[in-house]
């Protein structure tokens, strides 16, 4: 049975749009575990557009499954997981400019220092996993690494404009899954997968984890809007 890992990091963003303390992704995790997350994730990126150092040194206290840290394989980022250590760390590529992770980490173009920071990382005790595309040689990359995990990028599956694309993306991940099995890999994904596309990946079968933030933090402002409108019109008619 796979598990899953819901990422938070839209909770803070909202959060960071008022530049307050509401609403506090520490406790959206806790929500999220309640009803039955198997992990939390968050992204500590360079510029701290969204989860804050404060979220991880508190989430690491709080967080009663298991902690997986996004982060790119930066000095500072290492230092910073060396000293907190989330349960897992996966490593992905950044940029400014990007509205959200792009692409999978370019591995065969980096494989020292990529290789440097998984070492450094497992030193510390902290597993290993590293965000790539369904590509076969970036995932052969990853074995020379020595990560315990890689993460699936499904997000070319999930922006696929029709059926045909989508299955031949499909494809892409099914043999992603089964080469890593070979190199002893274990296998996440994530990245675009909602409550429509989500089962057509999980039937592969051989994903352990599933890391999804966008669609559920959607579906929770959606979802919740109702009760937190009814409880606004109480207050204003009948103060
Ligand atoms: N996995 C990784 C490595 C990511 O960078 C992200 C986005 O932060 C996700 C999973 C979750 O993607 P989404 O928010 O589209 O569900």
Known sequence: MARLGVNVDHVATIRQARGGSEPDPVTAAAIAELAGADG????LREDRRHIQDRDLTLMRQTVQTRLNLEMAATEEMIAIALKVKPDCCTLVP??????????????RLN???VKGAVQKLQEGGIIVSIFVDPD?????????????????HTGAFADAPDI?????ELVKIENAIKLAQKLDLGVNAGHGLNYSN????????????FNIGHSI???????????????MVELVRYA
């Open 164 to 168: 045909g694309a989508e299955e031949k």
């Open 136 to 152: 076969p040689d970036q995932i052969k990359a990853c074995h020379k690494t020595g990560a315990d995990y890689i993460e699936i």
């Open 198 to 209: 989500v089962r057509k990946v999980a039937a592969l079968g051989g994903i352990e984890e």
């Open 40 to 43: 939390i994730t968050i992204h």
């Open 94 to 107: 950044e940029k400014r400019a990007e509205l959200t992770t792009e692409g999978g980490l370019d591995v």
């Open 111 to 113: 494989l020292d220092s």
């Open 217 to 231: 933090i959607s579906k929770a402002v959606l979802v919740g809007l109702d009760r937190a409108v009814r409880d």
